[in-house]
């Protein structure tokens, strides 16, 4: 696992709302559940498969083709801090199922360069609460934060984020990924504290 600094935080301001057990981060912490890939905008592919195995693959070529959108949102990570105002841009993730029809799919299983993988219900992707984003702050996104593409899921804690992005497997149901399977919760809601399966 790799950390770097900015995990020590500081009790937040007077009126600002955060969810319960957070405090504000100084600068942007970096957590990875192992080494940092490092993916060329040339290589990269993110490839989308139904749940009757049909592949859809978008290249960096095709992800800017689809309508790209700029985000200022909230981030919460589980080990308690969270980052206020965060601006990024990236292109929602229902333009890249906009031509998929598969009823059956209710869950999403998203896949990481590297191995990572983190499960997230198919509606939390949808209504303009995800996207594929490949800009922080104006600039291109670097490797350490998830670059050159990243899942961006602001509602949930930001393990469910998964860097360096590379495959959405759609699913029937439910099954864990990573951390899910080492006793994190299934949805992750940092307003509901859901931290652990016992949550």
């Not at 980052?83 to 009823?103: N, Y």
């Not at 050159?148 to 992005?165: C, D, E, F, G, T």
């Not at 495959?167 to 990573?178: C, I, N, R, S, W």
């Amino acid at each position: 696992m790799t950390i770097t600094e900015g995990f020590v935080g500081k009790a937040s301001p007077q009126g600002v709302d955060l969810p319960p057990g957070q405090h504000l981060a100084r600068g942007f912490p970096v957590l990875s559940a192992g080494p940092t890939p490092l993916i060329s905008t040339s290589a990269w592919e993110c490839t989308v498969t139904t749940t009757t195995g049909h592949k859809h693959v978008f290249d960096w070529t095709r992800l800017h083709q689809l309508p790209a959108e700029d985000i200022t949102v909230d981030i919460h990570c589980v080990t308690r801090w969270s980052k206020l105002g965060t601006r990024w841009r990236g292109v929602p993730v229902e333009a890249l199922l906009a031509d998929i029809d598969d009823p059956t799919a209710a869950h999403v299983m998203a896949s990481s360069y590297g191995g990572y993988r983190t499960n997230i219900p198919l509606a939390d992707l949808l209504g303009g609460r995800a996207w594929l984003v490949f800009e922080y702050d104006g600039q291109a996104l670097s490797p350490e934060h998830g670059g050159p593409v990243r899942l961006l899921v602001p509602h949930l804690y930001l393990w469910k984020s998964a860097k360096w992005i590379t495959g959405l497997t759609l699913m029937a149901t439910d099954q864990p990924g990573f951390w899910e399977s080492l006793g994190y919760h299934r949805y992750g809601d940092p307003w509901l504290e859901q931290r652990h399966s016992r949550d």
